[in-house]
């Protein structure tokens, strides 16, 4: 757990992933950093691209697992 704490690029991805497989928009990011924003974006991308293509559930949980 602490690493996860330590790694805020990761995180961030991780909770755009999470924001995009909700189907919430790009403009909720709450990043003003450029680079975490830009994680927080990539991972919004992949997870809208996910729900379009039918991971939801336990499909998209596994995805964010790695």
Not at 22 to 48: D, Y
Request: proline share 2%; charged share 25%.
């Amino acid at each position: 757990m602490r690493r996860q704490k330590r790694d805020m690029n990761n995180r961030a991805f991780q909770r755009g992933y999470q924001a995009g497989i909700g189907g919430r928009s790009s403009e909720t990011c709450p990043h003003s950093s450029e680079a975490q924003r830009q994680f927080w974006l990539t991972g919004w991308h992949e997870g809208r691209c996910d729900q379009w293509d039918g991971y939801t559930g336990v499909a998209a949980l596994h995805k964010t697992q790695s």
